[in-house]
């Protein structure tokens, strides 16, 4: 599986569509210490933290599926956690699934039912339904 990245040049562009310098769009993003990360993130040097993604849709009226180079239809586990704002260690925090398990359930290498119980704390974690989690998890297996 591929992991999941900002739709190339989609920062750029929704920032000159709405206006504002990188400057006044990192001082939007709590916790953002670098005004250079924005830079980065626009010239895709580097991947914002699952952190800001949720924060970036905000400051431009988006969903964060939409930053994410995804169908955003049907997009895969990873999307949903990225979506979510949620680290791998935030996860495992939320819902007490090990890193190790949810990387499995992200990569498609994990093979088995996956539990109703385990899709439904997966999805109160991810802020979707359980079938999203569910469809997520079978896209998943298919990349």
């Not at 000159?16 to 250079?36: I, N």
């Not at 993604?53 to 994410?68: D, H």
Request: a positive charge; charged letters at 30%.
């Amino acid at each position: 599986m591929s992991s999941v990245r900002l739709r190339p040049g989609v920062l750029a562009q929704l920032r000159r569509a709405a206006g504002p310098s990188q400057s006044e769009v990192a001082r939007r993003l709590e916790g953002l210490h670098r005004e250079q990360s924005l830079g980065d993130w626009e010239r895709e040097r580097q991947q914002p933290q699952p952190r800001f993604v949720p924060l970036l849709a905000s400051v431009f009226g988006v969903s964060a599926l939409e930053l994410l180079d995804v169908d955003v239809d049907d997009p895969p586990l990873q999307a949903l956690r990225l979506a979510a704002g949620l680290s791998l260690e935030d996860l495992e925090s939320l819902t007490g699934i090990s890193r190790t398990t949810y990387s499995r359930l992200e990569s498609g290498s994990r093979r088995g039912e996956l539990g109703r119980a385990t899709a439904t704390n997966l999805a109160r974690s991810l802020k979707v339904d359980v079938e999203r989690v569910v469809r997520a998890v079978q896209r998943s297996r298919k990349t």
